[in-house]
């Protein structure tokens, strides 16, 4: 059974940081990228930022010099620091890991967690 299990969301104020974490189960997590996305209230998901398995990291515009995206293997988790958080940052954070094996898309997601960005 695929677990990806978020954790880490919280309320904090706009220059704060939160560091998010994805605790993977059920998959061979060095073969996935790695991912978290986000969906604000009224909005559409939205890619934050991806991982491979060989370290290579992408961000959005919008968090790039401001959030981090890690990986530890040895414990199947996938982080993202965020600094100077904004509120426009507030949105449920989803982790997300997907691999194409022979053609074969795997593609899976955790349930969220809640960042809120407020004084």
């Known amino acids: 059974q695929v677990q990806l299990v978020e954790s880490g969301g919280a309320l904090v104020q706009p220059g704060g940081s939160l560091r998010l974490s994805c605790a993977a189960s059920g998959i061979a997590f060095s073969m996935y990228v790695m991912g978290w996305y986000r969906q604000a209230p009224g909005k559409q998901r939205e890619l934050v930022a991806t991982?491979?398995?060989?370290?290579?990291?992408a961000y959005a515009d919008s968090v790039k010099g401001r959030f981090t995206i890690s990986r530890d293997t040895g414990q199947n988790t996938v982080y993202l620091q965020m600094n100077s958080l904004k509120p426009e940052d507030t949105a449920v954070y989803y982790c997300?890991?997907?691999?194409?094996?022979?053609?074969?898309?795997?593609?899976?997601w955790g349930q969220g967690t809640q960042v809120t960005v407020s004084s």
């Open positions: 991982i491979t398995g060989g370290g290579t990291t």
């Open positions: 997300n890991g997907v691999r194409v094996f022979f053609g074969v898309k795997n593609d899976y």
